[in-house]
């Protein structure tokens, strides 16, 4: 064993890990991240960066299947092979992180590839060798994909995410479990390239975490292309043979037969195997309590995923940025959440910020409520084919300020920004009202759903 005193230890090197330790070592600080697979997380191999160059080369398909509405005709053949090579080589170097474990190391930086447990108060162990920490730990383990304990499954060659992204021809069939972002998404891309796809959610409604416009909408387009849809019906039992795979719903809901599976029932954190009970927190918790400096224990930081607080690549880095002016010592705002984005990119996209109008009212507020949809607004009729969408704001009428928004149409991700502003810094909805609205965009949108509120 090996024993050496640095400053920090980074636990977990996702993006959020990878960016406190990387600017901490500009910083001059001796730093060691630590991490049992690639330098750089899910993000950038098997889910955000891939998954939407997958859907954008989804979506080119579906734009030119909208020619014949709009401009006369064309044929459109998909081919997955050149979006296959497109991931491969530009976007994760065939699942190889050597250019950013370079990238980090050029900062100053010790990458160490292991599985590291906190053994003792500021000290990780990593292959048998102890780092310990003068300034402290940071914790960013993440989440692996959540298996769930539907009898079969597990004895079947069913595929996550990390398959997904990996895959150069596709099946003719695939069924997916889980009507959530990353399967909705999923599900729309593979349709696109002629893959028989069923998608089943066992909650009520896709999207289940969205308001329940936004679910409809989706499932609305879903059905237009030939994607089916079973929501309230969750999988009892699964099987595979040299057919494929027959997935039996509760409820005698029937089966469901098809090439392939993919799981996508959403994410879960590993806090057991890490050392937790070392700095005095139960392995057993879901998620950390983090302050809002993103502290959890004396001299320990953990951010992203593991906080609980959204699972998503952005929240990773706004919290990886607070935790590094803490452990500097600079002054900067604490963490806040009432005004989280986030983007299921779908076509409609679908995003929001915010609370929902449901969970508003399960919180007491005196709730009002804006509604346009996109197709009736100028820009949603120029642009017809592919429009539907619909701008939805929820306000606390008692402070007069918008407390949730959703925005679902072609760029729905790209209009949310200024409901996150208004969100965010709590604008007053008279004052909203006074701003003057480009013609024609998307965002024209905003105002109208400002005036049904209003009226």
């Given amino acids: 064993m090996v024993a050496q005193s640095v400053d920090v230890v980074v636990v977990g090197m996702g993006p959020g890990g990878e960016d ?64 296959a090579k497109r991931i491969r080589q530009d976007a994760t170097d065939d699942w190889d992180d050597t250019v950013a474990v370079e990238r980090f190391e050029s900062k100053g930086g010790v990458f160490v590839r292991g599985h590291g447990v906190i053994t003792g108060p500021n000290i990780v162990t990593v292959n048998g060798d102890e780092y310990i920490a003068r300034r402290g730990i940071v914790l960013n383990t993440g989440t692996e994909p959540n298996i769930p304990p539907i009898t079969g499954l ?66 609305d387009a879903f059905r237009e292309e030939g994607i089916t849809v079973h929501t309230g019906l969750p999988a009892s039992a699964v099987s595979h ?129 804006g509604r346009q949809e996109i197709q009736a607004s100028t820009r949603g009729w120029i642009h017809k084919a592919g429009n539907s969408g619909i701008i939805k704001l929820v306000a606390d009428e008692d402070r007069g300020v918008l407390v949730g928004a959703t925005s679902v149409g072609p760029t729905g991700g790209e209009v949310l920004s200024a409901l996150v502003l208004a969100v965010h810094a709590a604008v007053p909805v008279a004052k909203f009202r006074e701003m003057i609205f480009a013609y024609p965009t998307f965002h024209r949108a905003i105002e109208a759903a400002l005036d049904d509120m209003m009226s």
């Fill in 241 to 369: 043979d040299a057919g494929g795979f027959t997935i039996t719903l509760r409820d005698n809901g029937g089966t469901v037969q098809a090439e392939r599976l993919l799981v996508a029932s959403g994410r879960r954190t590993n806090l057991k195997g890490i050392g937790l009970d070392a700095v005095g927190i139960d392995e057993d918790v879901r998620h950390l309590d983090a302050d809002e400096h993103m502290r959890v224990a004396d001299g320990v930081w953990a951010i992203g995923d593991i906080v609980g607080k959204g699972a998503f690549t952005h929240m990773s880095m706004y919290q990886a940025g607070i935790a590094i002016r803490d452990i500097l010592g600079q002054d900067g705002p604490p963490a806040r959440y009432h005004a989280v984005p986030r983007v299921t990119f779908t076509d409609p996209e679908v995003g929001s910020v915010g609370i929902t109008e449901e969970q508003a009212r399960e919180q007491g507020i005196q709730v009002r409520v």
């Fill in 154 to 219: 597990a004895d079947t060659p069913y595929w996550t995410n990390r398959d997904a992204m990996q895959l150069e021809t596709l099946p003719a069939s695939l069924a997916i479990l889980g009507g959530g972002a990353i399967g909705c998404e999923l599900s729309q891309v593979f349709a696109r390239f002629g893959v028989k796809v069923t998608v089943i959610e066992a909650a009520p409604r896709l999207l289940p975490l969205e308001e329940p416009e936004s679910s409809q909408l989706v499932e």
């Fill in 20 to 83: 406190v330790a990387s600017k901490l070592a500009e910083a001059g600080l001796s730093v060691v991240g630590i991490d049992q697979r690639l330098l750089g997380g899910e993000c950038p191999y098997f889910g955000c960066v891939p998954s939407k160059m997958m859907i954008r080369a989804a979506n080119v398909l579906a734009e030119g299947r909208r020619i014949a509405d709009l401009a006369g005709g064309a044929t459109v053949t998909p081919d997955f092979t050149p979006v």
